[in-house]
């Protein structure tokens, strides 16, 4: 009888111990972050979404994306993307797991650099790494500034601005190294597009 008593003393002590922790670390807990982070990193939080002028959504600062199609030329062009079958699909994030000397990548590259070097007026030796190789993510939002200013002739050609005005805004979106010395500087593809459309409108 004393051990059907301690058995089920157990099992109460059990229960409650587990709906504590369930209402702790599964309900206040989150609630509890997700509210400093609304508070506090709002945009962080919700994405770090990039609105248009108009208002419109148009992608996350945090995640590449593709400017291809009829007008490519107007746009600064984003890193080659691995990620899913078209490119920059965040639930398929990935790199190709290509080793450097695979032919299937060193013929892909070749090919990138062909294509970057014509439409930008460069020669092939000249054409940045990272215009040709993808990120370990296939989500990067970033280019390189040499990469950025590269292509300054074609976009100011192809919107008829002038080189000066266009160069100024890649230097205006040129982000520093964290903190002074983390990283290497880098241009956010997606707002210098943006900023571009505004002072070409």
């Known amino acids: 009888m004393a051990s059907a008593r301690t058995t089920f003393r157990s ?33 962080q939080a919700d994405g770090s979404m990039v609105t248009s002028s108009d208002g419109k959504v148009v992608g996350s600062s945090l995640i590449g994306q593709s400017f291809d199609g009829p007008s490519a030329a107007r746009w600064f062009q984003s890193r080659p993307s691995a990620a899913g079958e078209k490119g920059y699909d965040a639930n398929a994030s990935s790199g190709s797991n290509l080793g450097p000397n695979n032919p299937d990548l060193v013929k892909a590259i070749q090919e990138r650099q062909e294509a970057i070097a014509k439409a930008d007026g460069v020669p092939v030796s000249e054409v940045p ?11 990067d939002p970033d ?30 979106h040129t982000e520093a190294r964290q903190l002074g010395f983390l990283g290497e500087p880098v241009v956010n593809v997606l ?7 505004k002072a070409s409108a």
């Open 143 to 172: 280019i390189s500034p040499e990469y950025a200013m590269q292509q300054v002739a074609r976009v100011a050609s192809a919107r008829g601005m002038s080189e000066s005005a266009v160069r100024t805004l890649v230097e205006q």
């Open 11 to 43: 099992a109460g002590v059990a229960v409650r111990l587990t709906l504590l922790c369930t209402v702790v670390l599964g309900v206040a807990y989150p609630l509890a972050v997700w509210g400093v982070g609304q508070a506090a990193f709002h945009d």
């Open 129 to 139: 790494a990272d215009a040709v190789t993808a990120s370990g993510s296939g989500l």
């Open 191 to 197: 707002e210098l597009n943006l900023a571009l459309a």
